[in-house]
């Protein structure tokens, strides 16, 4: 039972370059959802998906894009990596429903130098 | 608008003693949802608890136990007698039924030191 698999869980980058976070799971989740976690700010929401064709805007959207072209996937790309985008990166599925609990990946570390 | 504050950053505490730890939500809606998850050292989040907003009964497990109070907007939680493996960061959580599409708010987290 894999749940929600993240790849890469360590990544360095140079300023400028881009990259894919890549997020599966099998649990045929509607809701998909990307975080960033940063020391004292918690988790934020970067981007998310109701579901296959559907994305919108979370609280941290700059400088990301994502797109969902199966329910399975929902890959995060950082278009010219910058220093600010240093941080454990956590990619969540759950139910289409406010109530139901998220399940987490295990984390991407990016390291923007 | 939601938001989610967890004013106690982190708490040391010796093994063996209760500990509280905080949540104080704002929300516009009378329907929601509050979850905890347990972040170890390992990285990876685990849920904890989900409550919805018209179910003020405490909740107990085990050692763990929660505390809705709608009145204060807080959803504490509480460790007894806790041990070193109770050492992660916390954080609360708040989703609201209304949006059409939902959203997770998180707290900024507190890390709990259980100290041997």
New interface residues.
Partial sequence: NAGVTQTPKFQVLKTGQSMTLQCAQDMNHEYMSWYRQDPGMGLRLIHYSVGAGITDQGEVPNGYNVSRSTTEDFPLRLLSAAPSQTSVYFCASSQGTAAAEAFFGQGTRLTVV | AQKVT?AQ?EISVVEKEDVTLDCVYETRDTT??L?W?KQPPS???V?LI?R?SFDEQNEISGRYSWNFQKSTSSFNFTITASQVVDSAVY?CAL???R???????????TRLKVLA
């Fill in positions: 967890q950053t929601y949802y979850f998850y990285g990876e989040l849920f989900r919805n954080f989703s609201e039924v949006l059409v599409a939902y959203k997770y708010i998180f707290g900024t987290g």
